[in-house]
């Protein structure tokens, strides 16, 4: 079974960097038969895509975010990570670590997700 | 890139069928058969019910189905219960310049 686990700060103040971290319980973690997410949904609206990336390191993001995101991975502890840099409130909301089966492309391990609000 | 367009709410009886869409374009939805279903409860983080276009995952009721037709897919719900009451996302992934993958708006489905 697999498991994935968000953690970080809850509060993040403007301007400042989000930082979260996703640990995966699973072997598939370097498999390249999976990649690994992260999706946001701000209170009482849909979901959004952030980015992927694989456990070689290889990245993609929402165009929409870009220029403010980086993701990485650490293999050894099966890890990756989520930074998002010069947040304002639009960026308070609830993130999602996820395993995605790659070449179908659908979501199928999903965190429980941990709110970040920014605010001073 | 927009986001996926869904019906914003459904609302059906207990035993009723209900029906609701997703449409995209001819860089998402129809181009790849790649949609995928997600229910979600309040609270909680959304669930797998059905990826490539209709397929259902081990463990999900029969009473989901899906299908597609041209840039439009739908998810259909059987036999309605009280515990499908619930937010329902579409999502498909997109080779159209925009995000890779592409979520809809979501579905609140309401069992009276």
């Known amino acids: 079974q697999v498991q994935v686990q968000e953690s970080g700060p809850g509060l993040v103040k403007p301007s400042e960097t989000l930082s979260l971290t996703c640990t995966v319980s699973?072997?598939?973690?370097?498999?390249?038969?999976?990649?690994w997410s992260w999706v946001r949904q701000p209170a009482g609206k849909g979901l959004e895509w952030i980015g992927r990336?694989?456990?070689?390191?290889?990245?993609n993001y929402n165009p929409s975010l870009k220029s403010r995101v980086t993701m990485s991975v650490d293999t050894s502890k099966k890890r990756f990570s989520l930074k998002l840099n010069s947040v304002t409130a639009a960026d308070t909301a609830v993130y999602y670590c996820?395993?995605?089966?790659?070449?179908?492309?659908?979501?199928?391990?999903w965190g429980q997700g941990t709110l970040v609000t920014v605010s001073s | 890139q927009s986001a996926l367009t869904q019906t914003a709410s459904v609302s059906g009886s207990p035993g009723q069928s209900i029906t609701f869409s997703c449409t995209g374009s001819?860089?998402?939805?129809?181009?790849?058969?790649?949609v995928s279903w997600y229910q979600q409860h309040p609270g909680k983080a959304p669930r797998l019910i059905i990826h490539?276009?209709?397929k259902r995952p081990s463990g999900v009721s029969d009473r989901f189905s899906a299908s597609k037709s041209g840039n439009t897919a739908s998810l259909t719900i059987s036999g309605l219960q009280a515990e499908d009451e619930a937010d329902y996302y579409c999502?498909?992934?997109?080779?159209?310049?925009?995000?890779?993958?592409?979520f809809g708006g979501g579905t609140k489905v309401t069992v009276l």
């Open positions: 001819n860089s998402d939805i129809g181009s790849y058969d790649l």
């Open positions: 990336i694989y456990a070689s390191g290889n990245t």
């Open positions: 699973s072997d598939s973690f370097t498999s390249g038969s999976f990649y």
């Open positions: 996820a395993r995605v089966v790659a070449a179908p492309v659908y979501f199928d391990n």
């Open positions: 999502c498909s992934y997109s080779g159209g310049g925009g995000p890779l993958v592409l």
């Open positions: 490539e276009d209709s």
